[in-house]
């Protein structure tokens, strides 16, 4: 069976430090894997997301970036954090990816545990 | 551009009442729309994945019905349990162009069942 995770669970940064979160997914290959981010009392924002080995879309500008080192590897990065980058980093996998076609769109998403960041 | 939208953003039920937690969006064209469940300081767990062609799916105590054309969709949770306290949320997987097919959240029901 397919499952994700996801490190470290809480992670207290000062402010002008960098950022590193990993995810990684087992079980399945070539999956597309996605960031997403919740701040407090506001929805969930996608921030990236990824088809392929190398292949990254951002879908929000800031001081964050992402990358993925291996099919099944997606971190989450920043070289020196902002108060506002405060919130929970949620990664999920789809069952889709390059070679995906219409039947790989009707699955669901699974999502990770997440972590807890706060910048202080 | 899709929008999700789920009402109320709050409920208060006692225990052994049914639930009935609402979503609507607002362009039909989608794959599927699927129903999370969130816990304070947890991550994402899915409660149940209804495609487009499909009326409801059914797990337990949890049902789930679409109505594609009018842009709703309704999960109902029967015999409520205080282990439903949790915040309900609902996300369609649009119909693009391209193969990625990015979900879209609603802001999400918080449920408290009181013993």
């Known amino acids: 069976s397919q499952t994700i995770h996801q490190w470290p669970a809480t992670l207290v940064q000062p402010v002008g430090s960098p950022l590193s979160l990993e995810c990684t997914v087992e079980?399945?290959?070539?999956?597309?894997l996605y960031w997403y981010r919740q701040a407090a009392g506001r929805g969930l924002q996608l921030l990236f997301y990824s088809v392929g080995i190398g292949q990254i879309s951002s879908e929000v500008p800031q001081n964050l970036s992402a990358s993925r080192p291996q099919d099944r590897q997606f971190i989450l990065s920043s070289k020196k954090l902002l108060l506002s980058d405060s919130g929970f980093y949620l990664c999920a996998w789809s069952p889709i990816g390059l070679a995906g076609g219409p039947w790989e769109l009707r699955r669901g998403y699974t999502f990770g545990s997440g972590t807890r960041l706060t910048v202080v | 551009k899709q929008e999700v939208t789920q009402i109320p953003a709050a409920l208060s039920v006692p225990e052994g009442e049914n639930l009935v937690l609402n979503c609507s969006f607002t362009d039909s064209a989608i794959y599927n729309l699927q129903w999370f469940r969130q816990d304070p300081g947890k991550g994402l767990t899915s409660l149940l994945l209804?495609?487009?062609?499909?009326r409801e799916q059914t797990s337990g105590r949890l049902n789930a019905s679409l109505d594609k054309s009018s842009g709703r969709s309704t999960l109902y949770i029967a015999a409520s349990q205080p282990g439903d306290s949790a915040t309900y949320l609902c996300?369609?997987?649009?119909?693009?162009?391209?193969?990625?097919?990015?979900?879209?959240f609603g802001a999400g029901t918080q449920v408290v069942v009181t013993p």
């Open positions: 996300a369609v997987r649009p119909e693009t162009t391209d193969s990625w097919g990015k979900l879209q």
């Open positions: 079980g399945t290959s070539n999956p597309n």
């Open positions: 209804i495609q487009s062609s499909q």
